[in-house]
Structures are given as C-alpha cells and as structure tokens.
C-alpha cells in the first residue's frame, strides 16, 4: 500500500523534481566554471603543514568559493569548527564596542544565543564585550516588521542580522529576493549599516546567493549544504574583502587572517564536497518534497507544503502526539546506511528546555546534509528533518517512518484506490 502511495506522491511532484534539477544543473555548472576559471589541479588538493604559508591550495578554493557566491572574497577553513563558529567570528570580526546588532528576523538559532550572550556574564560573547544587541520579531504571517525595524535602528546600530533558514520554527524561511529586499530596505534606512546573514542551511537551493544581492557577509557550515557531504569539517564566509579580512583576523589573529592556518589532509574533500553540493542538495529537497507531499496525503501539517518555493533544507512536519513524533525519529533512523541498528530515544540535552529525540545515521558527525530528524518533544509536536544525500535514501527514511508509524497503529494508512 506504502509503495502505491509513493509512487502516486513521485507523479504528483514530478514537475518540482524537474524544477529542482534546473536548479541543481545551473549550480553545477556555476561551480564548475568557477574551478575552470582558476585552474584547479590535482596538485591544489595537497594540504599545507605548520603555518600553512603559501598553501595555493588554500588560496585558490578561496577564490573559488567567492566567484560561486558571486562575492568579492571568502575564507573557507577547516578551523571554523562548526556554524556557530564561523558566525560567532564574522560577528566578532565586524563588531565593536558601543556598535549595535540588530536581527530583524526574530530570535536567531538556538546556538548563536550564547554568542549574544549578557552583559557582564563574564563569558566573552558580544554583550559582554559592551557590543549592543537587538531583535525584531517577525510578524504573525512571518514577514519583517519594517515599522519596528525602521524605529530600532539607531546610531550605533552597524550589523543588520538576518537569518535566511526557519532554522527550528514553524514559519517561512527567507527566499534570496526577500533578502535582496530586506537589503535595499535597511540600506534605506542606513546606508553605511553592514548586512549580515546566516546561510546555514540555505546553499545551492537556489540560483542566487545572498551576496549575489548586496549582503556584505554571509556564513555556512561545511557540514551542511556547501561541504557536498563529503568536507569533513569546516565554514566559510564569503562576502566583501573588509569583512571577509575582518573575520579572518577574528579567526586568527589580527595581522595574521587568512594567511596562514595549515590546511593538513581537508583540501580535496572542500573541492570535491564543493564540486558535489549542487547535487547533494538537490537529492535532499526532493527528499524533503517527497516527504512533505506524503505526510500532507495522511493528514499531517507540514512546513513548507510540498508545492510551496524552497529556500533551505529543512522539512518540518506536525504531528498530534508525542509517541508519532517518537515512531517517526526511530523510522528515520531505522532507513540510515549508518547506525541503523540502534534506536534513537528522547534525552535531556544541554541547552535545551524539553528533551530532544534525534535520529543521525550519519557519516560526518553532526553531519545535516546527510538524513537527519530532530525533534523537541513538546508541543505542538514538530518533527525536523532535513538533508539526504540521495534521494532514494530520503524516500527510504520517508517509507520507514511511516512503516513504524503504521506498526504502532499511530497512523492507517487506507487501502489505495485509484
Ligand atoms: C545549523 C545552523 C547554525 C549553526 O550551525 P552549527 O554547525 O550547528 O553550529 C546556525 N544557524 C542556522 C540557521 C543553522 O541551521
């Protein structure tokens, strides 16, 4: 019955999967012409050892990340540990004292909180470096409130934060032209402010990136959608070459940036995880259309609907109880290539209020563009999952899931009639 469904559910979505594939084919050919134009050679992909000068390597995928992103500059590193880092760096690196953050997209990811950190927590985040900090809740229908941005920004506002993923919320995540208006508007408001966003989540799902429309900074992790699945470890910046420099100094030291860092053995799976990423990502929103469009044909909520435009990997999905959400993690889990054999249950995970069930069969550790669920369990029970790093693997995880949905008669999923 499973198989019947899902096989109505690929001829209901063909035309987005072609859609999708026009997308992922542009970007590919995006990134390729972006090696050919500086001449990648095997030889680039030999890392450097101690201080890492003169690594061309290095240099070069540099290069090559800021004409794919349509930027002046870039730093891709395998020192940013996480995009947390990365961001925490690109902030660090354009703030000072007495300057002002403001996010105009409501409460920015869970992680960059205690970057933002209090005044006097003694902990070294922004606030307690005396750097100001703001936000503007979106409004009820997930837009911008321009009214209430346009009477926050002040004289010492000098960083506009935006974060273009819904990250873990129920609303709409930021599509490339509403940042390229959100752009146009603060620049209006505030000419010399400096645009930042956090990308998590958000590359290759389009055509354009956000630095193709203005935005002076942007941040990734290469455990996500740039590193193709295959970069170990690593983040990137790209943007213009006084905030790319000023995050390279944060990153390093000031005088030192993006001159050194030895590269060790990370250099070819960065080139080739790029070279990958157009496609990986592609697979994955297929994964996350297919799911969307299967959970909607059983009644469930989910977020974006599978017909709705994409602009970042996320798929979330509402269910009515906390044993659904339960069985769904555990489905997911019980598809992956990579520790399927073990079931994934809820747990008191640090920095979060309720516990978080999560299923990662994942070869990166952490790794998001690989199949992925999280959910906290608290209502309104929202699943999150994202990533796949082929789209059979995602209609797996899609079809387990439900498989043990339906086993615990959590769901009926009705004979198929055509
Ligand atoms: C994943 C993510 C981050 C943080 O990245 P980590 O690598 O988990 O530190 C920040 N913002 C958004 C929107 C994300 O999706």
Same mark, same amino acid.
């Given at each position: 019955?499973?198989?019947?469904?899902?096989?109505?559910?690929?001829?209901?979505?063909?035309?987005?999967?072609?859609?999708?594939?026009?997308?992922?084919?542009?970007?590919?050919?995006?990134?390729?012409?972006?090696?050919?134009?500086?001449?990648?050679?095997?030889?680039?992909?030999?890392?450097?050892?101690?201080?890492?000068?003169?690594?061309?390597?290095?240099?070069?995928?540099?290069?090559?990340?800021?004409?794919?992103?349509?930027?002046?500059?870039?730093?891709?590193?395998?020192?940013?540990?996480?995009?947390?880092?990365?961001?925490?760096?690109?902030?660090?690196?354009?703030?000072?004292?007495?300057?002002?953050?403001?996010?105009?997209?409501?409460?920015?990811?869970?992680?960059?909180?205690?970057?933002?950190?209090?005044?006097?927590?003694?902990?070294?985040?922004?606030?307690?470096?005396?750097?100001?900090?703001?936000?503007?809740?979106?409004?009820?229908?997930?837009?911008?409130?321009?009214?209430?941005?346009?009477?926050?920004?002040?004289?010492?506002?000098?960083?506009?934060?935006?974060?273009?993923?819904?990250?873990?919320?129920?609303?709409?995540?930021?599509?490339?032209?509403?940042?390229?208006?959100?752009?146009?508007?603060?620049?209006?408001?505030?000419?010399?402010?400096?645009?930042?966003?956090?990308?998590?989540?958000?590359?290759?799902?389009?055509?354009?990136?956000?630095?193709?429309?203005?935005?002076?900074?942007?941040?990734?992790?290469?455990?996500?959608?740039?590193?193709?699945?295959?970069?170990?470890?690593?983040?990137?910046?790209?943007?213009?070459?006084?905030?790319?420099?000023?995050?390279?100094?944060?990153?390093?030291?000031?005088?030192?940036?993006?001159?050194?860092?030895?590269?060790?053995?990370?250099?070819?799976?960065?080139?080739?995880?790029?070279?990958?990423?157009?496609?990986?990502?592609?697979?994955?929103?297929?994964?996350?259309?297919?799911?969307?469009?299967?959970?909607?044909?059983?009644?469930?909520?989910?977020?974006?609907?599978?017909?709705?435009?994409?602009?970042?990997?996320?798929?979330?999905?509402?269910?009515?109880?906390? @044993?659904?959400? &339960? +069985?769904?993690? %555990? !489905?997911?889990?019980?598809? =992956?290539? /990579?520790?399927?054999? $073990?079931?994934?249950?809820?747990?008191?995970?640090?920095?979060?209020?309720?516990?978080?069930?999560?299923?990662?069969?994942?070869?990166?550790?952490?790794?998001?563009?690989?199949?992925?669920?999280?959910?906290?369990?608290? @209502?309104?029970? &929202? +699943?999150?999952? %994202? !990533?796949?790093?082929?789209? =059979?693997? /995602?209609?797996?995880? $899609?079809?387990?899931?439900?498989?043990?949905?339906?086993?615990?008669?959590?769901?009926?999923?009705?004979?198929?009639?055509?």
């Amino acid at each position: 019955m499973l198989h019947n469904w899902a096989q109505e559910t690929e001829q209901q979505v063909h035309d987005i999967f072609r859609k999708l594939d026009g997308i992922s084919e542009r970007n590919q050919w995006k990134v390729i012409r972006a090696f050919q134009k500086h001449r990648v050679s095997d030889y680039h992909f030999n890392g450097s050892t101690g201080y890492g000068y003169n690594d061309r390597g290095r240099e070069i995928l540099d290069l090559v990340y800021a004409d794919v992103f349509g930027a002046e500059a870039a730093l891709v590193r395998p020192h940013f540990v996480s995009g947390t880092h990365t961001i925490s760096c690109a902030l660090f690196g354009l703030l000072r004292p007495g300057d002002e953050l403001l996010y105009i997209t409501g409460r920015p990811y869970d992680t960059l909180h205690k970057v933002i950190g209090k005044p006097g927590d003694g902990k070294g985040s922004l606030q307690d470096f005396g750097i100001g900090y703001r936000e503007v809740e979106l409004q009820k229908d997930g837009s911008v409130d321009w009214e209430e941005v346009a009477s926050q920004i002040n004289e010492r506002t000098k960083v506009i934060g935006i974060q273009r993923s819904r990250g873990y919320d129920w609303r709409s995540s930021f599509t490339v032209s509403e940042i390229a208006d959100m752009v146009k508007r603060v620049k209006g408001l505030k000419p010399d402010v400096l645009v930042f966003v956090d990308n998590c989540y958000g590359e290759f799902t389009e055509e354009l990136e956000p630095t193709e429309v203005g935005v002076d900074l942007m941040a990734g992790s290469l455990i996500k959608n740039p590193g193709g699945g295959i970069a170990p470890t690593g983040g990137y910046v790209a943007g213009t070459h006084k905030a790319v420099e000023l995050t390279a100094f944060r990153l390093t030291a000031p005088g030192i940036g993006g001159e050194v860092g030895a590269t060790l053995d990370t250099l070819r799976a960065m080139y080739q995880g790029l070279f990958l990423a157009p496609h990986m990502v592609g697979q994955a929103l297929k994964g996350s259309v297919f799911a969307a469009a299967m959970f909607e044909k059983l009644g469930f909520d989910s977020n974006p609907r599978w017909d709705a435009p994409r602009t970042d990997l996320i798929q979330a999905v509402k269910f009515t109880d906390p @044993e659904q959400l &339960i +069985a769904f993690v %555990q !489905g997911v889990q019980r598809a =992956a290539a /990579v520790d399927a054999h $073990v079931v994934p249950e809820p747990w008191d995970m640090p920095g979060y209020e309720h516990p978080v069930i999560m299923a990662a069969g994942t070869f990166m550790q952490g790794g998001s563009l690989e199949l992925s669920a999280d959910a906290p369990i608290r @209502e309104p029970y &929202i +699943a999150y999952m %994202q !990533g796949g790093l082929t789209y =059979a693997h /995602v209609k797996f995880g $899609v079809l387990n899931a439900l498989s043990a949905l339906a086993e615990r008669k959590l769901i009926v999923i009705k004979p198929y009639i055509t």
